[in-house]
């Protein structure tokens, strides 16, 4: 299991955009960073906080069918199919985002849940 640091998910995170004020830098509070797993990103344009979850292993083991739809994600880079799930981040109750990394190319990006864009 890879572990993540704070400054990879604030940096990973800067590829999304704020749910309220659209930027997107983002910062990760140390007192949230628990064991659960659950931390907490706050947006440094207006302290908007949101749920960060790190729990990958336990979230990948508790939704089957999460594991079959990151191999059904194509890489918009080397277009090699199957990817890898990092962290998660809840922006918004509409807007939840999967931080990947492609098997080909180990290029990293957001893609935009799947679970929550099917309500
Ligand atoms: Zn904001
Ligand atoms: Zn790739």
């Not at 590829?15 to 930027?23: D, P």
């Not at 908007?48 to 069918?65: M, S």
């Not at 079959?68 to 807007?95: M, P, W, Y």
Request: glycine residues 6%; neutral net charge.
């Amino acid at each position: 299991m890879v572990t993540l640091t704070k400054e990879e998910v604030e940096r990973r995170l800067g590829s999304v955009a704020c749910a309220v004020c659209k930027q997107s830098s983002f910062a990760i509070d140390d007192r949230s960073m628990g064991s659960d797993g659950e931390w907490r990103g706050i947006c440094r344009a207006c302290f908007y906080t949101f749920p960060v979850h790190t729990d990958v292993e336990f979230y990948l083991r508790t939704q089957p069918d999460v594991p079959l739809r990151l191999k059904e994600i194509s890489c918009t880079a080397c277009n090699h199919q199957g990817v890898t799930l990092d962290f998660r981040a809840t922006l918004s109750v509409r807007e939840a985002y999967y931080f990947v990394t492609c098997r080909g190319c180990h290029r990293q990006f957001p893609e935009k849940s799947f679970l929550e864009a099917y309500e």
